[in-house]
């Protein structure tokens, strides 16, 4: 089993930043690829950003590039989500996502919330205009 743990979610005004963490801890034999996923109220989950974890390549949600940063520490089994510029619209519960070694679906990088196996609780983050 693997558990996730996200941190850094909080109250902000428009415009400041963030940084979400998130640790994978238990059978974490590496990972194949690790997201970001958010839930606006109302609204289904979307893609944040995604990494692949061997590579570093990085997957970004649309219009999200340029605003936010996803990094990957590997020695840790952690990943870090820098949110710049915050916007009104960002609020949103943030959800860490992790796909295990095992995976066989084909794609070079994941990016659909079907393809992750293990979910942290989510962190909310509210950006005040």
């Known amino acids: 089993q693997v558990q996730l743990v996200e941190s850094g979610g909080g109250l902000v005004q428009a415009g400041a930043s963030l940084r979400l963490s998130c640790v994978a801890s238990g059978r974490t034999t590496r990972p194949y690829a690790m997201a970001w996923f958010r839930q606006a109220p109302g609204k289904g989950r979307d893609l944040v950003a995604a990494?692949?974890?061997?590579?570093?390549?990085?997957v970004y949600g649309q219009s999200l590039k340029g605003r936010f940063t996803f990094s990957r520490d590997v020695a840790k089994n952690t990943n870090y989500l820098q949110m710049n510029s915050l916007r009104p619209e960002d609020t949103a519960v943030y959800y860490c996502a992790l796909v295990g070694g095992q995976y066989s679906g084909g794609a070079d990088l994941p990016l659909t919330q079907s393809e992750y196996d293990y979910w942290g609780q989510g962190t909310q983050v509210t950006v005040a205009s």
């Open positions: 990494i692949k974890w061997s590579t570093g390549r990085t």
